[in-house]
């Protein structure tokens, strides 16, 4: 059973995510920016580092890049990365 936004799981530092392009795509962040976002924020996992009220600060580990802060609300939770097997890519169902 999948959750909605509104009862999803609050995340939390250490969690791994991946961006939502739904969410991402014609929001103030979007528009603020340039809106064409590299495919790995959608693609791979990334690990919330630090949280700052609605925003959490992503480090995307497959490709070597700064960080990023995105509105929690953009993000969902992924499975974490297991530390023997490192699988950044997330799998499409």
């Not at 480090?59 to 939770?77: C, H, M, S, Y």
Request: charged share 30%; net charge negative; glycine share 6%.
């Amino acid at each position: 059973m999948q959750m909605s936004t509104s009862e999803a799981m609050p995340i939390k530092r250490g969690d791994f995510v991946r961006a939502v392009r739904e969410n991402l795509e014609n929001s103030l962040e979007a528009k603020a920016s340039d809106t064409r976002f590299p495919s790995y924020i959608f693609e791979t996992k990334g690990e919330v580092v630090d949280l700052s009220g609605d925003y959490a600060l992503v480090k995307f580990g497959i490709t070597p890049t700064p960080n990023v802060w995105l509105r929690q609300d953009q993000l969902e939770a992924v499975d974490k990365v297991d530390g023997n097997q490192a699988d950044w890519v997330i799998k499409q169902k």
